[in-house]
């Protein structure tokens, strides 16, 4: 369980090293919007990922805070890219 603990973590770092990149560099603003929707995507599947491992259920209202942040978010910037062109 160990190992699949750690090679789950390297594998959200790397994803989220790139997001962060993305979102540093992006070009038009709307790159960088989905990139930090892509982030919070990682940091919810990181806070999933550790309380699966710990068997600790409290981080669980946390979780679904954040993807309502998350999924009103992007509609929030779906919206006002459709109305503004």
């Not at 770092?13 to 990149?21: G, H, N, R, W």
């Not at 940091?43 to 309380?51: K, Q, S, Y």
């Not at 259920?57 to 509609?75: I, N, Q, W």
């Amino acid at each position: 369980m160990t190992a699949v603990a750690i090679t789950v973590t390297v594998i959200l770092a790397a994803a989220a090293l790139l997001a962060l990149i993305r979102a540093l560099r992006g070009p038009s603003i709307l790159d960088r919007v989905v990139a930090t929707d892509v982030l919070l995507a990682i940091i919810v599947a990181a806070i999933a990922t550790e309380a699966a491992y710990t068997l600790d259920a409290t981080a669980l209202p946390v979780l679904v805070v954040l993807s309502t942040l998350g999924f009103t978010s992007s509609v929030s910037v779906a919206r006002f890219v459709r109305t503004d062109r």
